[in-house]
């Protein structure tokens, strides 16, 4: 499976960006996929993710409301609509796919549960 994160830039407080991730792999639509994000000297912190048939989805309290996590498993891709964007949300994000097909919600939020990572977009809000 390989994921290829986009949409990433640089915004100023209050905008929006959208970013997308699109993966191969011929079960896509069976993955619980997430968006995490790290910056530096910090550990990587869970964004938000969503599972196979877009039946739930989890978020971090701290980007609840502002942020939405979608995917259109037609076209094997992930989005996260990221809006009243602030200067904390400055990071690097990382989408990641888990293909266990595992149903277990409580390790969701966990980057040990995610198998295949994408490379990493960049998100700069400046304030």
């Known amino acids: 499976v390989q994921l290829q994160a986009s949409g990433g830039g640089s915004v100023q407080a209050g905008g929006s960006l959208r970013l997308s991730c699109a993966a191969s792999g011929r079960r896509f639509v069976s993955y619980v996929m997430a968006w995490f994000r790290q910056t530096p000297g910090k550990e990587r912190e869970f964004v938000a993710a969503i599972r196979g048939r877009g039946a739930s989805t989890h978020y971090a309290d701290s980007v609840k409301g502002r942020f939405t996590i979608s995917r259109d498993n037609a076209k094997n891709t992930m989005y996260l609509q990221m809006n009243n964007l602030k200067s904390e949300d400055t990071a690097v994000y990382y989408c990641?796919?888990?293909?266990?097909?595992?149903?277990?919600?409580?390790?969701?939020?966990?980057?040990?549960?995610?198998?295949?990572w994408g490379q990493g977009t960049q998100v700069t809000v400046s304030s």
């Open positions: 990641a796919a888990d293909t266990s097909e595992a149903s277990i919600l409580s390790t969701i939020r966990w980057d040990s549960r995610y198998d295949y």
